[in-house]
């Protein structure tokens, strides 16, 4: 199985300056994204921060054996999925909650050092593809999918508060769309010291694909829309034609998409 991505940022066509940060390292299996928030000085440096820590503690743990993650009981709370059911969660998701929960010390701890720093925080949506599995952690309102046999599956829910508003059937799904306070987030990376990461695993195959992208993106296109786009294009075309539609739908915002495709890696 080999792992081929590409990625791409963009800075919309309503801001200055661009807070998304992403990775993408296939050598690695580690792929993020993250939606800076902190204006000019800050929400750049919580997204740069936030993914940086990541792949160091990633690489780290590679190269020294995950089997010495450290491992612990998932905090309460946590999204209802099969990691939930576990006592302990397996090393590859214990790894990436450990690593966001890192990162958000890390950008805490600087922002109360620095005055013009105050407030800063960021998303952070982390794939790690461990084996034969696809591994999630996932704070803010980034998004991952899968997309498998011409459809789009979401895998992260939003911490929003448009999204709890839905959920407790305060708000239509349509409202929520015209919303002018989707961007309001209700948790994100180094705004609190600590943070609660929801974990997801998925197994993956050959010919499946994952998405991560920003709200940039995730605001303007439905699932279907990106089944759509990935089944009529060129996974190479994909994030540049996300990001055009998603300018000519407003291009409110930073857009960021990350693609990975699952090949096959034998040789012909």
């Known amino acids: 199985m080999k792992l081929i991505a590409w990625g791409l940022t963009d ?3 309503k801001r200055d300056h661009n807070e998304d940060t992403f990775l993408a390292e296939p050598e690695l299996g580690l792929f993020a994204v993250a939606d800076g928030m902190g204006g000019h000085l800050g929400g750049d440096r919580a997204s740069r921060m936030a993914v940086e820590i990541v792949r160091r503690e990633v ?11 450290k491992i612990q009981t998932l905090p309460p709370g946590i999204d209802a999925q099969s990691l939930a059911k576990l006592e302990t969660p397996p090393p590859p998701a214990a790894l990436l909650r450990e690593a966001t929960r890192a990162a958000s010390t890390a950008i805490y701890d600087l922002a109360q050092a620095d005055p013009q720093l105050q407030g800063m925080g960021t998303t952070l949506t982390t794939l790690f593809v461990y084996g034969e599995r696809a591994f999630l952690s996932h704070v803010g309102d980034s998004r991952a999918y899968l997309y498998r046999d011409g459809k789009v599956q979401q895998l992260t829910e939003d911490h929003s508060w448009i999204h709890e508003q839905v959920k407790a059937g305060l708000l239509s799904v349509q409202d929520a769309r015209d919303s002018k306070f989707k961007h309001i987030i209700t948790r994100s990376v180094g705004f609190e010291r600590d943070v609660l990461v929801d974990l997801h695993h998925v197994a993956i195959g050959l010919g499946d694909c994952l998405l991560l ?3 940039g993106l995730a605001n303007y296109l439905e699932p279907a829309e990106l089944a759509s ?3 009529a294009h060129y996974y ?4 540049g034609l996300l990001v055009e539609l998603a300018n000519e739908r407003g291009g409110e915002d930073n857009i960021t998409v990350v693609l990975v495709y ?7």
């Open 11 to 13: 800075v919309g066509r």
């Open 262 to 268: 699952v090949a096959n890696d034998a040789p012909a």
């Open 213 to 215: 992208c920003s709200d």
């Open 59 to 69: 690489d780290r743990a590679r190269r020294n054996g995950l089997a010495q993650v």
């Open 229 to 231: 786009v990935l089944t």
């Open 236 to 239: 190479r075309r994909v994030p």
